[in-house]
């Protein structure tokens, strides 16, 4: 059995019972029931297993448990605080900016972690930033609106 690795998932220690090698997102997914975070392609393509490690959107297919370890690892389901949805979340939801929603959440990850390093994107950013997040509902329109929204939320919420 392998040694146990212990991750920083959503603020929390908690340790995963798993080769070292084995891709963050299995363990999320498989070990710790942590399903918002979706398998999509396998090759970090997609975008459809986003999550933020160290703040920064990273691709979780891509990442082998060991090289999680020391950092904090946020995902879907730790933006929400205190019942109150994150205003990327909140606009996600206002805008329609989703249909099937199995793009959504490394979408709004990724959102987060542009608007982390750049609270006053322009659409152009925007959609630069989400190049590597594949939408085939084509809700791309309200997919802008919801970041453009969520960018005005934080920033009255900072006055």
Excluded at 144 to 155: C, T
Aim: charged letters at 20%; aromatic letters at 2%.
């Amino acid at each position: 059995m392998a040694k146990p690795i212990e991750l920083e998932i959503n603020g929390k220690r908690q340790a995963v019972h798993c080769d070292p090698e084995t891709p963050l997102l299995t363990a999320l997914r498989d070990e710790l029931g942590l399903t918002g975070t979706k398998y999509g392609c396998g090759e970090g393509q997609c975008g459809a297993c986003t999550i933020l490690l160290s703040g920064a959107p990273r691709r979780s297919c891509q990442i082998p448990v060991s090289a999680a370890a020391a950092k904090p690892i946020t995902t879907i389901e730790g933006l929400e605080k205190d019942g109150r949805l994150h205003p990327v979340q909140q606009a996600f939801l206002d805008s329609g900016a989703f249909q099937c929603a199995y793009c959504t959440s490394g979408m709004i990850l990724s959102s987060v972690g542009l608007l982390r390093t750049n609270p006053h994107p322009t659409s152009a950013e925007i959609i630069q930033s989400l190049q590597g997040n594949i939408c085939r509902c084509g809700t791309h329109p309200r997919i802008i609106d919801a970041v453009h929204q969520a960018a005005k939320s934080i920033e009255e919420r900072g006055r």
